[in-house]
């Protein structure tokens, strides 16, 4: 099982930014995104289930981020709309087997990719 995130970047506030995660080796009931700022713990983002029925938005990006993913390839997205400087952090994907909301347990995890909003 691998997943492989990119699309991070220096972008300015305000601007919009799409990561991309591949997943590869087997199908998945759920899949997510964190972030970890430097000096602080990962923050849940964004979570849904593999068919998109069920997703779920941490409060501080609520409104402004979309997670979704494309069913031809697996490639999972998380589109981020009107980013701020608080955004700043390193991206992670992840993925398990079921959905579970607000869960922090994923067996599978993207190497992360690193997004910077300057002000």
């Known amino acids: 099982v691998q997943l492989q995130a990119s699309g991070g970047g220096l972008v300015q506030a305000g601007d919009s930014l799409r990561l991309s995660c591949v997943a590869s080796g087997r199908p998945f009931g759920a899949y997510a995104w964190f972030r970890q700022a430097p000096g602080k713990e990962r923050e849940f983002v964004a979570a849904?289930?593999?068919?998109?029925?069920?997703?779920d938005y941490g409060d501080s990006v609520k409104g402004r981020f979309t997670i979704s993913r494309d069913n031809r390839d697996n490639t999972m997205y998380l589109r981020m709309n009107d980013v701020k400087p608080e955004d700043t952090a390193v991206y992670y994907c992840a993925a398990r087997g079921s959905w579970v909301p607000r869960s922090y347990s994923y067996a599978y995890w993207g190497q992360g990719t690193q997004v910077t909003v300057s002000s």
């Open positions: 849904s289930t593999w068919r998109g029925e069920k997703k």
